[in-house]
């Protein structure tokens, strides 16, 4: 199982951008997704989360700017960064639990992708 992040990049204050991942390999189902990120010295924090139903939490932070929704045909979960600030620039990580059966084992494991990095110019 993998989770493939994309969307970042380099933007001026003000700016959008638009986050991906997508969920790939041999799993049941990806229950709850999400994204977190880490600025430079500080700890990884959540950023907003989002149940297979839709229910959605967000950061304070970042209330009103970022919209997460996903798709869950596609086992993608995006993240829609409006009103970009200097203080959003870190690395973003995707994240979801998925559930997998091997064999007569069912389990329900969480998964990291690998970052991906959102600097945002003042």
């Known amino acids: 199982v993998q989770l493939q992040a994309s969307g970042g990049g380099l933007v001026q204050a003000g700016e959008s951008l638009r986050l991906s991942c997508a969920a790939s390999?041999?799993?049941?189902?990806?229950?709850?997704m999400g994204w977190y990120c880490q600025a430079p010295g500080k700890q990884r924090e959540l950023v907003a989360s989002?149940?297979?139903?839709?229910?959605?939490t967000y950061a304070d932070s970042v209330k009103g700017r970022f919209t997460i929704s996903r798709d869950n045909a596609k086992n993608t979960v995006y993240l829609q960064m409006n009103s970009l600030k200097p203080e959003d620039t870190a690395v973003y990580y995707c994240n979801a639990d998925i559930s997998t059966l091997d064999s007569t084992r069912f389990r329900v494991m969480n998964y990291w992708g690998k970052g991906t990095q959102v600097t945002v110019s003042s």
């Open positions: 390999g041999s799993f049941l189902n990806v229950n709850t």
């Open positions: 989002i149940t297979t139903g839709g229910s959605t």
